[in-house]
């Protein structure tokens, strides 16, 4: 998965290049020629094809095999429900593609597009599904919307460990907390979608309560720097800019 996500991601234009390789590395610049033959290559096809084309990557197997047995669906109920789960994952990759995390306020987006797709796809579950295929597609979908979000968190972390400079215990501290405040928001998104006062509360809650833990993790001028990325409006340039004109303290070891 890895892998595949430096495939996906990775862009020469991107300020802090790919976590965990090379800028100037032959394997990096390979995979950078076959990712802009593969763009090519899909813009020129259709979404059908570009569904076969990913299915590779973001494979819906397991899923369907999964939720046919917690739901235990006959083989028509899975054949039927078998496009509408591919549907979901390529409208799922959607988010993860849009989200940048050197970019400021990507992680307000992230989560205001994991709300508006899934708003979206209530509205479009077929009515002539039975109860039981609708819980399957909803339990689907969750699943899929988990494995993106996985996605995200870990890039999310890959470039705060840069971006920060943390040591190894600071690191370990923020993922710990970033790992529960990206699994509470997703419950409250899945509880709260219908009452938005209600939901709105409780996102603000979490992203308090992360402030909190992360700012017994990282100094003030880290705390600075985190909530400015959190927000919109500065330019990842005058952040960097910001950032390497900073002392951190001594890394942990």
Not at 54 to 59: A, L, R
Not at 72 to 84: A, Q
Not at 101 to 106: H, T, V
Not at 110 to 125: G, K, Y
Request: glycine share 4%; hydrophobic share 40%.
């Amino acid at each position: 998965m890895e892998e595949i996500r430096n495939t996906v991601r990775c862009f020469p234009n991107r300020p802090m290049g790919c976590f965990g390789t090379s800028p100037h590395s032959t394997n990096r610049t390979k995979t950078i020629v076959l990712l802009i033959v593969l763009l090519v290559l899909l813009s020129h096809s259709t979404k059908k094809s570009f569904s076969q084309d990913t299915s590779q990557f973001f494979g819906v197997e397991t899923i369907v095999r999964d939720v046919k047995t917690r739901f235990k669906l006959s083989r028509s109920e899975v054949r039927d429900l078998i496009p509408s789960i591919k549907e979901e994952n390529q409208n799922v990759i959607l988010i993860y593609n849009h989200y940048s995390p050197d970019e400021p306020g990507s992680l307000p987006a992230l989560w205001r597009d994991v709300i508006d797709f899934r708003i979206d796809f209530e509205a479009r579950v077929r009515p002539a599904f039975t109860k039981r295929q609708k819980a399957a597609l909803r339990q689907a979908r969750t699943e899929l919307e988990r494995r993106i979000l996985n996605l995200a968190f870990q890039d999310c972390v890959g470039f705060l460990g840069e971006f920060l400079d943390l040591g190894r215990l600071e690191f370990e501290g923020v993922e710990r907390v970033l790992s529960f405040d990206f699994k509470r928001k997703h419950q409250a998104i899945l509880k709260h979608l219908s009452n938005t006062s209600l939901l709105e509360t409780e996102i603000k809650k979490v992203n308090d309560d992360t402030e909190q833990m992360l700012g017994r993790i990282l100094s003030s001028r880290q705390m600075r720097l985190f909530r400015a990325l959190s927000a919109s409006g500065d330019s990842v340039a005058s952040l960097l800019a910001e950032q390497r004109s900073i002392s951190f303290p001594a890394r942990s070891v």
